[in-house]
């Protein structure tokens, strides 16, 4: 076998739809689309969830619950994680994010106490549970700067 034999398997490769290129195509006259009305037109057709002037679905069903729009997106995470780190380090929004332990910082990191840690730590994020404070300073580790 060469790279000049190599061919796709029969039937996935498929030819796209060239229309209003005359009647012998198949696809001439209307190009497909009908004969008048909306959608035949040029920028025709309808928004998503157009249901003819009848009601939408979307408005007829009874809306539920409360969304919060001055909500906060807090990241998680546990001090378990934190064994990533060597002893003496500083951990913050940017090391966490290096690290692969959170995507982005949203509106605040918290660390919570769930796993131990027998090494210090310099912690520097926006949130910290109890359980996790005293851990980190049980450890010999500082927390800076933390509500």
Not at 36 to 48: D, L, M, Y
Not at 50 to 61: H, S, T
């Amino acid at each position: 076998m060469n790279l000049s034999s190599l061919r796709p398997p029969a039937g996935s490769r498929k030819k796209r739809k060239r229309v209003g290129r005359g009647d012998g195509s198949g696809h001439g006259g209307t190009s497909c689309k009908g004969a008048k009305g909306q959608n035949a037109r040029s920028g025709g057709g309808t928004r998503p969830g157009f249901e003819g002037g009848q009601m939408p679905l979307a408005r007829r069903l009874p809306k539920r619950g409360f969304r919060n729009i001055f909500r906060k997106i807090i990241v998680a995470i546990n001090i378990e994680q934190l064994n990533k780190f060597p002893a003496g380090s500083v951990i913050d929004a940017e090391s966490l994010i290096r690290a692969g332990l959170v995507n982005r910082k949203n509106d605040g990191i918290k660390l919570l106490g769930k796993g131990i840690i027998d090494y210090p730590l310099s912690v520097k994020v926006d949130m910290i549970s109890q359980g996790a404070r005293t851990k980190i300073e049980a450890a010999g580790g500082t927390i800076i700067g933390v509500i």
